[in-house]
Protein backbone atom coordinates (compact mmCIF):
# COMPACT_ATOMS: atom_id res chain seq x y z
CA UNK A 1 0.00 0.00 0.00
CA UNK A 2 1.29 3.21 -0.80
CA UNK A 3 -0.24 6.35 0.06
CA UNK A 4 0.85 9.91 0.10
CA UNK A 5 -0.97 11.33 2.82
CA UNK A 6 -3.54 8.73 4.41
CA UNK A 7 -6.48 9.85 5.86
CA UNK A 8 -6.72 8.97 9.56
CA UNK A 9 -9.60 9.30 12.15
CA UNK A 10 -8.58 9.53 15.44
CA UNK A 11 -11.26 8.12 17.78
CA UNK A 12 -10.43 10.19 20.71
CA UNK A 13 -8.76 13.02 22.05
CA UNK A 14 -4.45 12.84 21.89
CA UNK A 15 -1.95 14.87 23.50
CA UNK A 16 -1.20 17.92 21.97
CA UNK A 17 2.22 16.95 21.08
CA UNK A 18 0.52 13.83 19.36
CA UNK A 19 -2.37 15.38 17.28
CA UNK A 20 0.14 18.11 15.95
CA UNK A 21 2.79 15.37 14.54
CA UNK A 22 -0.46 13.53 13.37
CA UNK A 23 -1.82 16.95 11.35
CA UNK A 24 1.13 17.40 9.74
CA UNK A 25 1.86 13.40 8.48
CA UNK A 26 -1.58 12.74 7.91
CA UNK A 27 -4.82 13.98 6.67
CA UNK A 28 -6.39 13.15 9.94
CA UNK A 29 -9.73 13.84 11.63
CA UNK A 30 -9.66 14.49 15.47
CA UNK A 31 -11.93 14.96 18.11
CA UNK A 32 -11.25 17.72 19.88
CA UNK A 33 -13.99 17.29 21.78
CA UNK A 34 -12.94 13.82 23.03
CA UNK A 35 -16.68 12.51 22.93
CA UNK A 36 -16.61 8.73 22.05
CA UNK A 37 -17.48 7.15 19.17
CA UNK A 38 -21.08 5.43 19.01
CA UNK A 39 -21.41 2.92 17.24
CA UNK A 40 -22.05 3.98 14.10
CA UNK A 41 -19.87 6.79 13.99
CA UNK A 42 -17.14 3.63 14.38
CA UNK A 43 -19.30 2.22 11.42
CA UNK A 44 -18.73 5.21 9.42
CA UNK A 45 -15.22 6.03 10.31
CA UNK A 46 -14.56 2.61 8.83
CA UNK A 47 -15.63 2.96 5.81
CA UNK A 48 -14.38 6.77 5.29
CA UNK A 49 -10.79 6.44 6.52
CA UNK A 50 -7.43 4.47 5.64
CA UNK A 51 -6.74 4.41 8.77
CA UNK A 52 -8.62 4.45 12.66
CA UNK A 53 -6.72 4.95 15.32
CA UNK A 54 -9.12 3.90 18.43
CA UNK A 55 -8.81 3.75 22.26
CA UNK A 56 -10.23 1.07 24.38
CA UNK A 57 -13.18 2.50 24.60
CA UNK A 58 -14.42 1.67 21.38
CA UNK A 59 -15.86 -2.19 20.54
CA UNK A 60 -14.79 -3.01 17.16
CA UNK A 61 -16.22 -6.58 16.78
CA UNK A 62 -16.80 -8.71 14.10
CA UNK A 63 -20.11 -7.20 12.97
CA UNK A 64 -18.62 -3.63 12.29
CA UNK A 65 -15.48 -5.12 10.75
CA UNK A 66 -17.42 -7.28 8.19
CA UNK A 67 -19.40 -4.03 6.65
CA UNK A 68 -19.39 -3.54 2.88
CA UNK A 69 -17.37 -0.56 1.84
CA UNK A 70 -15.21 -0.89 4.46
CA UNK A 71 -11.72 1.67 3.38
CA UNK A 72 -9.71 1.15 6.39
CA UNK A 73 -7.27 -1.13 5.94
CA UNK A 74 -5.01 -0.78 9.24
CA UNK A 75 -6.61 -0.22 13.15
CA UNK A 76 -4.06 1.22 15.13
CA UNK A 77 -4.88 1.29 18.24
CA UNK A 78 -3.63 3.64 20.56
CA UNK A 79 -2.72 1.48 23.70
CA UNK A 80 -1.54 -1.72 24.51
CA UNK A 81 -4.64 -3.99 25.44
CA UNK A 82 -6.73 -4.94 21.99
CA UNK A 83 -9.25 -6.96 23.49
CA UNK A 84 -12.04 -4.51 22.69
CA UNK A 85 -10.87 -5.21 18.96
CA UNK A 86 -12.32 -8.79 16.71
CA UNK A 87 -8.45 -8.90 15.50
CA UNK A 88 -9.06 -12.77 13.86
CA UNK A 89 -12.13 -10.27 11.91
CA UNK A 90 -9.69 -7.29 10.55
CA UNK A 91 -7.52 -10.21 10.08
CA UNK A 92 -10.65 -11.84 7.76
CA UNK A 93 -11.45 -8.56 6.21
CA UNK A 94 -7.75 -7.66 5.35
CA UNK A 95 -7.12 -5.16 7.98
CA UNK A 96 -3.80 -4.82 10.36
CA UNK A 97 -4.35 -4.52 13.25
CA UNK A 98 -1.13 -2.56 15.93
CA UNK A 99 -0.89 -1.58 19.71
CA UNK A 100 1.27 0.27 21.27
CA UNK A 101 3.56 -2.23 23.92
CA UNK A 102 6.48 -1.40 25.85
CA UNK A 103 6.37 2.25 26.53
CA UNK A 104 4.05 2.05 28.96
CA UNK A 105 5.42 -0.76 30.89
CA UNK A 106 7.20 1.05 33.50
CA UNK A 107 4.30 3.62 34.28
CA UNK A 108 1.60 0.79 34.53
CA UNK A 109 4.30 -1.14 37.06
CA UNK A 110 4.28 1.94 39.37
CA UNK A 111 0.94 1.82 39.82
CA UNK A 112 0.52 -1.71 40.24
CA UNK A 113 3.24 -1.52 42.83
CA UNK A 114 1.34 1.73 44.90
CA UNK A 115 -1.89 -0.58 44.92
CA UNK A 116 0.20 -3.56 46.50
CA UNK A 117 1.34 -0.48 49.07
CA UNK A 118 -1.61 0.84 49.27
CA UNK A 119 -4.55 -1.66 50.11
CA UNK A 120 -2.57 -3.27 53.04
CA UNK A 121 -1.35 -0.21 54.39
CA UNK A 122 -4.68 1.57 53.77
CA UNK A 123 -3.38 4.31 52.31
CA UNK A 124 -6.82 5.89 51.10
CA UNK A 125 -8.70 5.16 53.77
CA UNK A 126 -5.73 6.87 56.04
CA UNK A 127 -6.40 9.90 54.09
CA UNK A 128 -10.44 9.80 53.55
CA UNK A 129 -9.93 10.11 58.09
CA UNK A 130 -7.85 13.24 57.25
CA UNK A 131 -9.94 14.96 54.12
CA UNK A 132 -12.93 14.25 56.52
CA UNK A 133 -11.65 15.92 59.41
CA UNK A 134 -11.97 12.51 61.70
CA UNK A 135 -7.89 12.15 62.91
CA UNK A 136 -8.21 12.74 66.70
CA UNK A 137 -4.89 11.74 67.23
CA UNK A 138 -2.46 8.82 67.01
CA UNK A 139 -3.08 5.55 69.11
CA UNK A 140 -1.44 2.39 69.11
CA UNK A 141 -3.91 0.36 67.53
CA UNK A 142 -5.44 2.88 65.12
CA UNK A 143 -5.58 2.28 61.35
CA UNK A 144 -3.27 -0.85 61.67
CA UNK A 145 -2.82 -2.29 58.00
CA UNK A 146 -0.53 -5.15 56.98
CA UNK A 147 3.36 -5.40 56.17
CA UNK A 148 4.60 -5.67 52.80
CA UNK A 149 7.85 -6.88 53.49
CA UNK A 150 8.66 -10.47 53.66
CA UNK A 151 5.40 -11.50 51.72
CA UNK A 152 4.45 -13.80 48.86
CA UNK A 153 3.61 -11.97 45.75
CA UNK A 154 1.47 -13.84 43.37
CA UNK A 155 2.31 -12.41 39.74
CA UNK A 156 -0.33 -13.54 36.75
CA UNK A 157 1.42 -12.60 33.44
CA UNK A 158 4.58 -12.43 33.74
CA UNK A 159 5.23 -10.26 30.52
CA UNK A 160 6.90 -7.01 30.15
CA UNK A 161 4.45 -5.64 33.31
CA UNK A 162 4.50 -8.10 35.02
CA UNK A 163 8.35 -8.69 35.33
CA UNK A 164 8.49 -5.08 36.17
CA UNK A 165 6.45 -5.25 39.16
CA UNK A 166 8.51 -8.04 39.88
CA UNK A 167 11.18 -5.97 40.17
CA UNK A 168 9.78 -2.98 41.93
CA UNK A 169 8.62 -6.03 44.46
CA UNK A 170 11.89 -7.06 45.52
CA UNK A 171 12.74 -3.97 46.37
CA UNK A 172 10.30 -3.65 48.97
CA UNK A 173 11.02 -6.87 50.16
CA UNK A 174 8.59 -9.36 48.76
CA UNK A 175 9.15 -12.61 47.35
CA UNK A 176 8.14 -12.92 43.67
CA UNK A 177 6.08 -15.85 42.51
CA UNK A 178 4.36 -15.94 39.06
CA UNK A 179 1.61 -17.96 36.40
CA UNK A 180 2.41 -17.79 33.28
CA UNK A 181 1.55 -19.54 30.18
CA UNK A 182 5.31 -20.25 29.61
CA UNK A 183 8.24 -20.35 31.90
CA UNK A 184 10.56 -17.61 31.90
CA UNK A 185 14.29 -18.69 30.89
CA UNK A 186 16.19 -19.19 34.41
CA UNK A 187 18.11 -16.37 33.97
CA UNK A 188 15.69 -13.82 33.78
CA UNK A 189 14.03 -15.77 36.53
CA UNK A 190 16.79 -15.16 38.64
CA UNK A 191 16.93 -11.55 37.94
CA UNK A 192 14.13 -11.12 40.26
CA UNK A 193 14.40 -14.39 42.08
CA UNK A 194 11.09 -15.55 40.78
CA UNK A 195 9.48 -19.11 41.85
CA UNK A 196 7.42 -20.27 38.49
CA UNK A 197 3.77 -22.37 39.47
CA UNK A 198 2.39 -24.41 36.43
CA UNK A 199 -0.47 -24.45 38.78
CA UNK A 200 -2.35 -21.21 39.14
CA UNK A 201 -4.31 -22.60 41.79
CA UNK A 202 -1.70 -23.74 43.39
CA UNK A 203 -0.03 -20.43 43.56
CA UNK A 204 -3.28 -18.57 44.32
CA UNK A 205 -3.45 -20.51 47.89
CA UNK A 206 -0.04 -19.84 49.39
CA UNK A 207 0.03 -16.07 47.90
CA UNK A 208 0.09 -12.84 50.10
CA UNK A 209 -0.76 -10.53 47.49
CA UNK A 210 -2.13 -11.15 43.55
CA UNK A 211 -1.38 -9.01 41.13
CA UNK A 212 -2.88 -9.29 37.34
CA UNK A 213 -0.68 -8.69 34.66
CA UNK A 214 -1.85 -11.22 32.00
CA UNK A 215 -4.50 -9.65 28.93
CA UNK A 216 -8.21 -10.25 28.86
CA UNK A 217 -8.68 -12.75 25.78
CA UNK A 218 -11.54 -15.25 25.55
CA UNK A 219 -8.93 -17.82 28.26
CA UNK A 220 -8.35 -15.34 30.49
CA UNK A 221 -11.92 -14.04 30.99
CA UNK A 222 -12.94 -14.78 34.37
CA UNK A 223 -9.39 -16.82 35.10
CA UNK A 224 -9.85 -15.68 38.77
CA UNK A 225 -13.76 -17.21 38.74
CA UNK A 226 -15.55 -18.09 42.15
CA UNK A 227 -13.76 -21.28 42.69
CA UNK A 228 -10.44 -19.36 42.09
CA UNK A 229 -10.96 -16.91 44.48
CA UNK A 230 -12.06 -18.90 47.27
CA UNK A 231 -8.49 -20.74 47.32
CA UNK A 232 -6.73 -17.42 48.30
CA UNK A 233 -5.64 -17.27 52.02
CA UNK A 234 -8.43 -14.46 53.82
CA UNK A 235 -5.66 -12.36 54.44
CA UNK A 236 -4.71 -12.17 50.69
CA UNK A 237 -5.21 -8.58 48.85
CA UNK A 238 -5.83 -8.61 45.22
CA UNK A 239 -4.06 -6.15 42.49
CA UNK A 240 -5.63 -5.95 39.14
CA UNK A 241 -4.59 -3.06 36.68
CA UNK A 242 -5.18 -5.00 33.76
CA UNK A 243 -8.78 -5.61 32.83
CA UNK A 244 -11.84 -6.24 34.97
CA UNK A 245 -12.91 -9.36 33.12
CA UNK A 246 -10.01 -11.22 34.01
CA UNK A 247 -11.82 -11.47 37.57
CA UNK A 248 -15.36 -12.12 38.17
CA UNK A 249 -16.11 -9.16 39.72
CA UNK A 250 -19.47 -10.51 41.49
CA UNK A 251 -17.75 -13.10 43.49
CA UNK A 252 -14.89 -11.21 44.46
CA UNK A 253 -17.29 -8.74 46.14
CA UNK A 254 -19.44 -11.56 47.94
CA UNK A 255 -15.48 -12.50 49.51
CA UNK A 256 -14.65 -8.95 50.72
CA UNK A 257 -18.35 -8.50 51.84
CA UNK A 258 -18.00 -11.50 54.05
CA UNK A 259 -14.22 -10.70 55.02
CA UNK A 260 -13.02 -14.29 53.48
CA UNK A 261 -11.31 -11.57 51.22
CA UNK A 262 -8.82 -8.92 52.95
CA UNK A 263 -9.18 -6.33 50.25
CA UNK A 264 -8.42 -5.01 46.85
CA UNK A 265 -7.30 -2.56 44.74
CA UNK A 266 -8.63 -2.31 41.36
CA UNK A 267 -7.61 0.31 38.48
CA UNK A 268 -10.04 -1.91 36.11
CA UNK A 269 -13.98 -2.94 36.23
CA UNK A 270 -15.73 -5.68 35.12
CA UNK A 271 -18.05 -3.32 33.12
CA UNK A 272 -15.96 -0.32 32.60
CA UNK A 273 -16.85 2.48 33.02
CA UNK A 274 -19.49 1.27 35.17
CA UNK A 275 -18.94 0.55 38.75
CA UNK A 276 -20.21 -1.52 40.71
CA UNK A 277 -22.05 0.24 44.06
CA UNK A 278 -20.92 -2.59 46.31
CA UNK A 279 -17.84 -1.83 45.90
CA UNK A 280 -18.50 1.47 46.61
CA UNK A 281 -19.52 0.28 49.83
CA UNK A 282 -16.38 -1.15 50.67
CA UNK A 283 -13.46 -0.01 53.11
CA UNK A 284 -11.10 -2.87 52.12
CA UNK A 285 -10.77 -1.61 48.57
CA UNK A 286 -9.11 1.01 46.56
CA UNK A 287 -10.67 2.21 42.98
CA UNK A 288 -9.20 4.10 40.29
CA UNK A 289 -10.26 5.68 37.36
CA UNK A 290 -8.29 2.77 34.93
CA UNK A 291 -5.35 5.04 34.71
CA UNK A 292 -2.08 3.08 35.02
CA UNK A 293 -0.76 4.26 31.96
CA UNK A 294 -1.80 8.05 32.75
CA UNK A 295 1.60 9.77 32.65
CA UNK A 296 1.86 12.42 29.93
CA UNK A 297 5.40 10.55 29.16
CA UNK A 298 3.33 7.33 28.56
CA UNK A 299 0.57 9.18 26.39
CA UNK A 300 2.97 10.58 24.13
CA UNK A 301 4.94 7.86 23.86
CA UNK A 302 1.96 5.81 22.57
CA UNK A 303 1.29 8.69 20.29
CA UNK A 304 4.27 8.19 18.52
CA UNK A 305 3.88 4.51 18.36
CA UNK A 306 0.75 4.52 16.78
CA UNK A 307 2.45 7.17 14.11
CA UNK A 308 5.45 5.15 13.65
CA UNK A 309 2.51 2.06 12.87
CA UNK A 310 0.97 3.87 10.32
CA UNK A 311 4.05 5.40 8.42
CA UNK A 312 5.26 1.31 8.11
CA UNK A 313 2.03 0.23 7.21
CA UNK A 314 1.37 3.28 4.75
CA UNK A 315 5.17 3.20 3.01
CA UNK A 316 4.26 -0.69 2.57
CA UNK A 317 6.47 -2.13 5.80
CA UNK A 318 5.58 -3.95 8.53
CA UNK A 319 4.32 -2.60 11.18
CA UNK A 320 6.49 -3.01 14.32
CA UNK A 321 3.49 -3.76 16.65
CA UNK A 322 1.07 -6.01 14.47
CA UNK A 323 -1.17 -7.61 16.61
CA UNK A 324 -2.02 -11.18 15.39
CA UNK A 325 -5.17 -12.86 16.51
CA UNK A 326 -4.46 -15.07 19.40
C1 LIG B 1 -3.86 -0.23 27.55
O1 LIG B 1 -3.06 0.39 26.84
O2 LIG B 1 -4.40 -1.26 27.20
C2 LIG B 1 -4.12 0.33 28.89
O3 LIG B 1 -5.10 -0.35 29.57
C3 LIG B 1 -4.44 1.79 28.76
O4 LIG B 1 -3.87 2.36 29.87
Known amino acids: MTLKKPSVIVTRKLPEAVET ?3 ELFDVRLNADDIPFDREALGNALTS ?11 IDADLLSAPNISARLVSNFGNGTDHIDVAAAQAAGISVTNTPDVLTEDTADMAMALIVAVPRRLVEGAR ?24 LGIIGMGRIGFAVAKRARGFGMTVHYHNRHRLLLEIE ?58 DEDAL ?6 GTLAGAALDVFEHEPAVNP ?14 GSATIES ?14 FVDGHRPPDRVLPT
Open 21 to 23: RMM
Open 49 to 59: CDVLVPTLTDS
Open 129 to 152: IIEEDRFTGWSPTHMLGRRISGKR
Open 190 to 247: QEVEATYWESLDQMLARMDVISVHCPHTPATFHLLSERRLKLLKEDAYIVNVARGEIV
Open 253 to 258: IRMLES
Open 278 to 291: KLLALDNVTLLPHM
Open 299 to 312: RIAMGEKVIINIKA
